[in-house]
């Protein structure tokens, strides 16, 4: 299973799925792909948010090595299931798409609600972390024994 998480800016959510998931595929002895992008440009290169960094670290996962990159539409070839945190994303990924397939790869990450923004707030990112670690133990379940 080769799995991408998308964001707007790759620095705050889909860092977080990204390291979360691929906390839960190590400790599950999973062979998985898991990867993060943005479909904007402006942090391409940097670091996850410092504020992501610290959320993750309190819970003991390391984010520091992650290196923001924009979505290209070759990440359609590549992963299995690209899973984005609101509908600004969706339908930036899905403009993008181009065969049927590609579609079909495309869901909210929270299946019919989103993860909210924590780039202006910095209380949100420890209910951000929640929301999305709760979600990454049911992928887990969810998608364990499909290959
Ligand atoms: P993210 O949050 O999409 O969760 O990474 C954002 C980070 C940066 C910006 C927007 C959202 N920005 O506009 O720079």
């Known amino acids: ?35 993060s992008a943005g479909t904007g440009n402006w942090h391409i290169g940097e670091q996850p948010d410092r504020r992501s960094i610290a959320v993750a670290k309190k819970y ?9 990159r924009q979505f290209e539409p070759a990440d359609f070839e590549r992963f299995d299931r690209i899973l984005v945190m609101d509908y600004h994303n ?7 798409a181009g065969k049927e ?4 790869k ?7 609600n989103i993860v909210p923004d924590p780039y202006h707030d910095d209380d ?11 979600r990454c133990k049911e992928l887990i379940k969810d998608l364990a024994g499909t290959s």
């Open 90 to 96: 969706l339908s930036d990924v899905k403009a993008l």
């Open 1 to 35: 299973m080769k799995i991408l998480m998308v964001c707007l800016g790759n620095i705050c959510r889909s860092p977080l799925a990204h390291g979360i998931l691929e906390h839960l595929v190590a400790l599950n002895g999973l062979n998985w792909e898991v990867d």
């Open 106 to 112: 495309i869901s909210l990450f929270l299946n019919d």
């Open 101 to 104: 397939e590609d579609h079909h």
């Open 124 to 134: 949100l990112f420890d209910p951000v972390y929640q929301m999305i670690e709760k």
């Open 60 to 68: 003991g996962i390391d984010l520091s090595t992650q290196t923001c």
